[in-house]
């Protein structure tokens, strides 16, 4: 189980959705401006990530408003971002 989510962590638009959804719920229309992918994109990527059950959706209206389904997966997110953080930081300069 937790390779199939960090599976699903590995894709940049799916891992950005889930960074934006971790600071509060959030319509597809608002996550495809924080995410600058297209919107049938988000809609798929969405789809596999409510799926897999990490992401719950509600009705908001016609909207579609979508939040995490645990706060674990926002500390994962979070984590996985300081790391890639801590890692750039260190890279050798170019010349």
């Known amino acids: 189980m937790a390779a199939s989510v960090l599976a699903l962590l590995a894709d940049r638009t799916r ?16 996550l495809t401006g924080a995410t600058g992918a297209a ?11 409510r799926l897999a ?5 509600r009705k908001d209206g ?3 408003v979508y939040s995490l389904r645990h706060g674990h997966l926002r500390r994962l997110v979070d984590e996985a971002l300081n790391v890639a953080d801590h890692q750039i930081a260190h890279l ?3 010349d």
Request: proline content about 8%; charged content about 25%; hydrophobic content about 35%.
């Open 15 to 30: 891992l950005a959705l889930l960074e934006r959804l971790g600071r509060g719920e959030a319509d597809v229309t608002t």
């Open 39 to 49: 919107r049938p994109s988000v809609s798929q990527h969405l789809a596999k990530l």
């Open 92 to 94: 050798p300069p170019h």
């Open 62 to 64: 016609r909207r579609v």
């Open 53 to 57: 059950g990490l992401v719950t959706t």
